[in-house]
T-cell receptor, first 114, second 113 residues
Framework: DSGVTQTPKHLITATGQRVTLRCSPR?????VYWYQQSLDQGLQFLIQ???????AKGNILERFSAQQFPDLHSELNLSSLELGDSALYFC?????????????FGQGTRLTVV | KNEVEQSPQNLTAQEGEFITINCSYS?????LHWLQQHPGGGIVSLFM???GKKKHGRLIATINIQEKHSSLHITASHPRDSAVYIC???????????????FGKGTHLIIQP
């Protein structure tokens, strides 16, 4: 158990809909990272938050947004969903604001858009 | 942006064999991560290293910062080692500051009994 909790584990929704994925980081970790893993693109960095503030952006679509709340949990919002958004979405946390410390990954949320 | 190359892409071996997976990256880094992903999908962090060598059980990871290369070794391999092994480095290299990871495409390892 990494200590990072993601909910839900599975999500099936229709095109055009909006969903929210939730991540609770490991106790004491201030950084939360969101990653997308699709069959054709592999693992890709989406966005990072550190202590409530956005710190780095990767290949995140404009239809996607995220936030980190005062209790440090984070939510990734995906809207106007398309078939191509079907993927595994991982959250990871680390102690610092830079990935030179060990990263702990959640079990992922498998999103299927039909 | 850092580019990560892993080899081999696929590897099938017999139980007990010594396994080596290689990772090369393009930009100098302060740390490299080795991750393991099982068929169920979950990702486990195996190592984070910035120099030299680390060992955990039958797993050994080495890194050569000058050559921008890292290897993951598995000694006395077992069918339960079957998984995807992924190398990852900070996207921006060692420049510091906030950053996410850039991942290799992974090595699909199958250990046959």
């Amino acid at each position: 158990d990494s200590g990072v909790t993601q909910t839900p584990k599975h999500l099936i929704t229709a095109t055009g809909q909006r969903v929210t994925l939730r991540c609770s980081p490991r106790s004491g970790d201030l950084s939360v990272y969101w990653y997308q893993q699709s069959l054709d693109q592999g693992l890709q960095f989406l966005i990072q938050y550190y202590n409530g503030e956005e710190r780095a952006k990767g290949n995140i679509l404009e239809r996607f947004s995220a936030q980190q709340f005062p209790d440090l949990h984070s939510e990734l919002n995906l809207s106007s969903l398309e078939l191509g958004d079907s993927a595994l979405y991982f959250c990871a946390s680390s102690a610092g604001d830079y990935m030179n410390t060990e990263a702990f990954f959640g079990q992922g949320t498998r999103l299927t858009v039909v | 942006k850092n580019e990560v190359e892993q080899s081999p892409q696929n590897l099938t071996a017999q139980e007990g064999e010594f396994i080596t997976i290689n990772c090369s990256y393009s930009v100098g880094i302060s740390a490299l991560h080795w991750l393991q992903q099982h068929p169920g999908g979950g990702i486990v962090s195996l190592f984070m290293l910035s120099s030299g060598k680390k060992k955990h059980g039958r797993l050994i990871a080495t890194i050569n910062i000058q050559e921008k290369h890292s290897s993951l070794h598995i000694t006395a391999s077992h069918p339960r080692d079957s998984a995807v092994y992924i190398c990852a480095v900070p996207q921006g290299g060692s420049g510091g500051g906030a950053d996410g990871l850039t991942f290799g495409k992974g090595t699909h390892l199958i250990i046959q009994p």
